[in-house]
């Protein structure tokens, strides 16, 4: 395998599990060097003797709490000596309509999935524009407009979106960082399996899925997200910034919902 991301220092956040762990994995399989981040401190742990520590560490923290962003930055540099990208993956995944949401929840909801971004962007901007770097947003095909249950994500989603682009522009034009983002569908994740079983159904419950939800037969894995995430954080994909990747197996936008929401994921 040829080592496209080799010597390159990536913090990926919420990598303990799911996605951000598939992203994290493959970034180091690519040669890279990574910071593991999230709140649960045995996952991380699991996570780094799987990569070893010569080549991750973790770093468990809200990362809403005030200066989280320069921590985690400070964490990267002083391990690893510099910073070359940064994979903003950490979000709450809730549900909530237009009854169940009120300003302070969707204020919560925001604060983790957009600010919390924006703020890791802002600290390690720095040490980015040293190396003329990568900022990779993972946002959701939710950001569009989003499912009937997912109000206050969707909100979220849209927003990190508009600051991809925005910080997109301005950021490569002012200081060489590219900045995009992808925008994953339904992905078979650990954290999906456990709540599919909460709702009572079975442990394959996603190899039975009707056509409008998973015209291939299936649902994508998260190590389909991370192939994705390599190229947008390598030297290969160039100049490209401030743009938007939907990595979903049918089109989404206008794509309207069955009536029976019983069954989409939340």
């Not at 919420?14 to 762990?21: A, L, P, Q, R």
């Not at 709540?195 to 015209?215: C, M």
Request: proline content about 4%; overall charge negative.
């Amino acid at each position: 395998m040829s080592m496209r991301l080799k010597n390159k220092v990536i913090i990926v956040t919420g990598s303990t599990t799911g996605i951000g762990k598939a992203i994290a994995l493959r970034c180091v399989a690519e040669g890279a060097s990574v910071v593991i981040h999230g709140l649960e401190e045995e996952w991380g742990k699991s996570v780094v003797e799987e990569i070893g520590k010569d080549r991750a560490v973790l770093h468990i923290q809200d990362l809403t709490a005030d200066g989280a962003g320069d921590t985690l930055v400070s964490v990267a540099v002083n391990r690893f000596g510099k910073l070359d990208a940064v994979v903003n993956n950490a979000a709450l995944v809730i549900s909530s309509n237009i009854e169940s949401t009120d300003q302070n929840f969707l204020r919560k909801v925001l604060e983790i999935n957009t600010i919390a971004p924006y703020a890791l962007i802002k600290a390690a901007l720095p040490e980015l524009s040293k190396q003329q770097g990568t900022v990779l947003n993972i946002g959701s095909v939710n950001a569009w407009s989003g499912e009937p249950n997912l109000l206050a994500y969707s909100i979220s989603k849209g927003a990190l979106m508009t600051m991809t682009r925005n910080l997109g522009d301005t950021l490569h034009r002012e200081h060489r960082v590219t900045v995009n983002q992808i925008n994953p569908g339904w992905v078979l994740t650990e954290t999906e399996i456990k709540r599919k079983r909460e709702h009572g159904l079975k442990d394959d419950w996603y190899t039975e899925l009707p056509n409008v939800f998973a015209p291939a037969g299936r649902i994508l894995w998260p190590n389909e997200i991370a192939s994705a995430a390599v190229f947008l954080l390598s030297d290969e994909s160039g100049p490209i910034s401030g743009q938007v990747f939907e990595l979903e197996q049918h089109p989404m936008i206008g794509r309207n919902p069955p009536k029976d929401t019983s069954t989409i994921k939340s």
